[in-house]
T-cell receptor, first 116, second 111 residues
């Protein structure tokens, strides 16, 4: 049973380019969360999605950032016109559907974005 | 806004000692608390969780204590090993919602 998968693991972009980060949840999980982590800091919530639906995007910057979780395929976090301040580790987590016993979120290995 | 914070940013212990990592939370509506371990370059790894209707839960070598009166959470690691060296985060959640993470405590275990 594969865990949460993220790719790429490392991504380098020049300022102004677009970054696309992918997340495949664990099998059977229908909820995906994206978090951002700066060095030596805790994870900050960005967005919570179900298939074809954004549940909570209260942590997403108003501009340049978007996320989707289509019916088929991985969840995508998209950052347009990247700036140096976007450099961080981006983690995806998935969890079982509501009604299950555990709220546990399982994390992927992260994508480390570097903007030059 | 609500926040979760930690008292000690770095904890150094000797191998074999017991470790205690503390966490304060401020959202009295939180009903679920989790401890994660994060090693360098990796994603957070679930350690143990506890619901708000409990005050203690034990796992293998780890125990989580929840004191709702003072909004305090702690992680106890028995017989700490060098492999336990990592950054430990507490996190809180309300229902099936986002996790709010603390800033982390770095645990350093000396042989």
């Amino acid at each position: 049973n594969a865990g949460v998968m993220q790719n790429p693991r490392h991504l380098v972009r020049r300022r102004g380019q677009e970054a696309r980060l992918r997340c495949s949840p664990m099998k059977g999980h229908s909820h995906v969360y994206w978090y951002r982590q700066l060095p030596e800091e805790g994870l900050k919530f960005m967005v919570y999605l179900q298939k074809e639906n954004i549940i909570d995007e209260s942590g997403m910057p108003k501009e340049r950032f978007s996320a989707e979780f289509p019916k088929e395929g991985p969840s995508i976090l998209r950052i347009q016109q990247v700036v140096r301040g976007d450099s961080a580790a981006y983690f995806c987590a998935s969890s079982p559907p509501p009604g299950t016993v555990s709220y546990e979120q399982y994390f992927g290995p992260g994508t480390r974005l570097t903007v030059t | 806004g609500e926040s979760v914070g930690l008292h000690l940013p770095t904890l150094s212990v000797q191998e074999g000692d017991n470790s205690i990592i503390n966490c304060a939370y401020s959202n009295s509506a939180s009903d679920y608390f989790i401890w994660y371990k994060q090693e360098s370059g990796k994603g957070p790894q679930f350690i143990i969780d506890i619901r708000s209707n409990m005050d203690k839960r034990q796992g293998q070598r780890v125990t989580v204590l929840l004191n709702k009166t003072v909004k305090h959470l702690s992680l106890q690691i028995a017989a700490t090993q060098p492999g336990d060296s990592a950054v430990y985060f507490c996190a809180e959640a309300t229902g099936f919602q986002k996790l709010v993470f603390g800033t982390g405590t770095r645990l350093l275990v000396s042989p």
